[in-house]
T-cell receptor
Framework: EDQVTQSPEALRLQEGESSSLNCSYT??????LFWYRQDPGKGPEFLFT???AGEEKEKERLKATLTKKESFLHITAPKPEDSATYLC???????????FGKGTKLSVIP | DAGVIQSPRHEVTEMGQEVTLRCKPI?????LFWYRQTMMRGLELLIY????????DSGMPEDRFSAKMPNASFSTLKIQPSEPRDSAVYFC????????????FGQGTRLTVV
């Protein structure tokens, strides 16, 4: 059974204070690891897909990296508008089902 | 395209009543997914369709839950009879090519069963 664990559950940062969110996963044959952003009262919004260890992707202040056991979402010089819950999900070769973690709620204080 | 459209946004119903949630996927997307989100369990896949055909309903919790996709632009998730433990936010999502590609989520339906 695929498993995803995200840490920390919640993170408060000052504006401009860089940090990282962690996503640890267990999957049989990784087909892809996904990062989504979810704002209150809205559905998740796609950010990145990573397919193999060593891969990195960037979008504005966000950078996602992947190893064989975990993924990090690095946030550089965050702004208040980056406040949201960030969800990590994996899909394995055997399940064909996307398994989500419970998310990290990020709050960026001005 | 307006994105994935779900209705209603909020639903409050009494235990034992039938509830129907509706979804219009993005035009041209061949895959449609129904998810449920709770604080305890996070986001869980209930069922997904490919070209209007149900492919995997192993996430549907009980026989009280059923889903249909009569055509490419409409799907329903029905709960009959509803129970308080069904209270959650239900999301519909669609994608071009399956779960290992970018999915576009609707705004969700917040269901409260009292």
């Amino acid at each position: 059974e695929d498993q995803v664990t995200q840490s920390p559950e919640a993170l408060r940062l000052q504006e401009g204070e860089s940090s990282s969110l962690n996503c640890s996963y267990t999957v049989s044959g990784l087909r892809g690891l996904f990062w989504y952003r979810q704002d209150p009262g809205k559905g998740p919004e796609f950010l990145f897909t990573l397919y193999s260890a060593g891969e990195e992707k960037e979008k504005e202040r966000l950078k996602a990296t992947l190893t064989k056991k975990e993924s990090f979402l690095h946030i550089t010089a965050p702004k208040p508008e980056d406040s949201a819950t960030y969800l990590c999900a994996v899909i394995g070769a055997g399940s064909y089902q996307l398994t989500f973690g419970k998310g990290t709620k990020l709050s960026v204080i001005p | 395209d307006a994105g994935v459209i779900q209705s209603p946004r909020h639903e409050v119903t009494e235990m034992g009543q039938e509830v129907t949630l509706r979804c219009k996927p993005i035009s041209g997307h061949d895959y449609l997914f129904w998810y449920r989100q709770t604080m305890m369990r996070g986001l869980e896949l209930l069922i997904y369709f490919n070209n209007n055909v149900p492919i995997d309903d192993s996430g549907m919790p009980e026989d009280r839950f059923s889903a249909k996709m009569p055509n490419a632009s409409f799907s329903t998730l029905k709960i009959q009879p509803s129970e308080p433990r069904d209270s959650a936010v239900y999301f519909c999502a669609s994608s071009l090519a399956g779960q290992d590609t970018e999915a576009f989520f609707g705004q969700g339906t917040r269901l409260t069963v009292v």
